[in-house]
């Protein structure tokens, strides 16, 4: 079974509905990206383009943002419609710059300005889908030049979609998924928009509670019912994403083979 098969069996058998496929346009051709979306059109899954760095939260990476943004839409126009993206997925994160230590409100405009371009680029020819990696104490984040006016809020208001970085391994308790994530949520619902509750499974230096890297899969899973319990009442409740997906599947592998001789 190739890579592409395994990850799109695994998929599927885990109610996968959306893949963030990391874009590297130096180093794989765009047909390698049409094969894998097709594959896993043919699913009923689909495949958002990631992209993004730290820097491009500044005005000087703009052009970067830019030259993503028309790879993507040159490539949706030149393949066959199961093989196109359905939509960017942006993981910028400038708040791990030294700038954003030093001098947060100017930082943080240059990114707002960023992310106003974006919302303009991406409506013309056609509209393209945008989701947001956004840190769930985004709520928190005042803009500047306002008062209770906050970072979630602002982007919710331009976006539909906005998956949030709550990476805890805990679904109740006042640091967990659920509370970190309910404010949000509450607002997407009466905004209209949704969030995606993200947590990771990957091997992480930040403390163990961010990660279910030390419970495993079965462990994630019974947290992550949990949490679409208390949460899916709200229709803005978009679902899960799981960060870390080769962590994921080696896990969940782990789990669920049976030892030999059993």
């Known amino acids: 079974m190739s890579d592409r098969e395994e990850i799109l069996a695994f998929s599927k058998q885990n109610d996968v509905t959306n893949i963030y496929l990391y874009v590297d346009r130096q180093n794989v051709p765009a047909k390698e990206y049409a094969r894998f979306i097709k594959a896993a059109s043919n699913q009923g899954i689909q495949v958002e383009a990631l992209a993004g760095d730290p820097s491009w939260g500044l005005k000087s990476s703009r052009p970067y943002i830019q030259e993503f943004i028309e790879w993507v839409e040159s490539y949706n126009r030149n393949v066959d419609e199961d093989e196109r993206f359905?939509?960017?997925h942006l993981d910028i994160e400038p708040y791990l710059l030294p700038e954003w230590k030093s001098d947060q409100d100017h930082t943080l405009e240059e990114w707002l300005s960023n992310m106003e371009y974006i919302a303009r680029e991406v409506q013309a020819p056609e509209p393209l889908a945008v989701s947001f990696d956004l840190p769930?104490?985004?709520?928190?984040?005042?803009?500047?030049?306002?008062?209770d006016y906050y970072l979630s809020t602002w982007i919710l208001k331009r976006f539909n979609t906005l998956v949030l970085m709550?990476?805890?391994?805990?679904?109740?308790?006042?640091?967990?998924i659920?509370?970190?994530a309910l404010e949000t949520v509450k607002e997407a619902t009466s905004l209209g928009k949704s969030v995606i509750v993200g947590v990771d499974?990957?091997?992480?230096?930040?403390?163990k509670k961010?990660?279910?890297y030390e419970e495993g899969s079965r462990k994630m899973e019974a947290e992550l019912a949990?949490?679409?319990?208390?949460?899916?009442?709200?229709?803005?409740?978009?679902?899960?994403a799981v960060h870390g997906f080769p962590a994921w599947m080696s896990a969940y592998q782990k789990e669920n083979t049976a030892p030999k001789g059993s």
Do not use: M
């Open 86 to 88: 359905s939509g960017i």
């Open 201 to 207: 499974i990957s091997e992480s230096r930040e403390s």
């Open 178 to 180: 659920v509370a970190n």
């Open 136 to 147: 769930f104490w985004a709520n928190k984040i005042e803009i500047p030049g306002y008062q």
């Open 210 to 212: 961010t990660t279910f």
């Open 166 to 176: 709550d990476y805890r391994d805990t679904a109740l308790g006042d640091d967990g």
């Open 226 to 240: 949990i949490t679409k319990d208390q949460l899916g009442k709200y229709d803005g409740f978009g679902g899960i």
